[in-house]
């Protein structure tokens, strides 16, 4: 018995360490770095452009912006009626499995499954939105 209520204390112990410090640590990660985002934004090059359509549509100014309203790009129906407002918590969640998160899309990416890569696109993407010099010369206006 002794044993079992030892075990029982150690447990209940972690689990408190593990509610109070867990926070601390996660409140403790570096901040995204939007240099290195826009490094990994060079791998979605093949797709995408950040001031024009391509196979995908272009990305300056797309924090903030409705999913599916690009004009001159065709979205797949299921994108345009997706009612999405990409904010960095959604584009997180689209961006590690675009395929499960929005099924239908014509995104055919698996995903970007590291969380600091995908904090630091998102960075890089919210940058390119308030400082649309970081789009590039030919910023939409």
């Known amino acids: 018995m002794a044993i079992a209520s030892r075990l029982q204390k150690t447990l209940l112990w972690g ?11 996660a409140a403790g990660a570096p901040p995204a770095n939007p240099e290195h985002g826009r490094q990994i934004y060079a791998e979605c090059a093949g797709c995408h452009a950040m001031t024009e359509n391509g196979m995908g549509p272009l990305h300056c ?3 903030g ?52 890569d995908r904090a630091d696109l998102i960075a890089f993407l919210q940058l390119a939105t308030t400082d649309v010099s970081a789009c590039g010369t030919s910023a939409p206006q």
């Open 65 to 116: 912006r409705r999913a599916g309203s690009v004009p001159g790009f065709a979205y797949s129906e299921v994108m345009r009626e997706s009612r999405i407002v990409w904010t960095p918590e959604k584009l997180g969640e689209f961006l590690k499995s675009p395929l499960s998160y929005l099924p239908g899309t014509n995104m055919g990416y698996d995903g970007l499954y590291d969380a600091r």
């Open 61 to 63: 100014g797309l924090v």
């Open 15 to 25: 689990a408190v360490v593990l509610l109070f410090v867990s926070p601390a640590f």
